[in-house]
């Protein structure tokens, strides 16, 4: 069993940072696409980044384009979520998910691609 546990949301002022972290237990993520997801009050969860299987690539929403970074360190089975420049509209609870299947990338922005999540973590950005 996939146990995703995400950890580092808080709140935080508008332009400030955080680091969300994701590590998995009962799996090695190196051969799954990982990904983050947002979901506001009264919004349905969105994409927000993933990283490649491969490692090489990753993927971003347009709205954190330029702002968030995803990376991974699979020695520690760990994903982060870097999220600079915030802004009152990145609050939310965000989750982090591994893909269903090892080796793809296929429909890395749907959550229907993503077999496990974490309990989520709140960030709040403060105008």
């Known amino acids: 069993q ?15 940072s955080l680091r969300l972290s994701c590590t998995a237990s009962g799996r090695t993520v190196s051969s799954y696409l990982m990904g983050w997801f947002r979901q506001a009050p009264g919004k349905e969860r969105e994409f927000v980044a993933a990283s490649s299987w491969s490692r090489s690539l990753t ?24 999220m600079n420049s915030l802004k009152p ?8 998910a591994a893909a269903a299947h090892a080796y793809t990338d296929s429909g890395y922005s749907s959550s229907n691609s993503y077999g496990y999540w974490g309990q989520g973590t709140q ?5």
Request: with cysteine; proline share 0%.
């Open 59 to 82: 993927y971003y929403a347009d709205s954190v384009k330029g702002r968030f970074t995803i990376s991974r360190d699979n020695a520690k089975n760990t994903v982060y979520l870097q």
């Open 123 to 127: 960030v709040t950005v403060s105008s």
């Open 2 to 16: 996939v146990q995703l546990v995400e950890s580092g949301g808080g709140l935080v002022q508008a332009g400030g």
């Open 89 to 96: 509209e990145d609050t939310a609870v965000y989750y982090c």
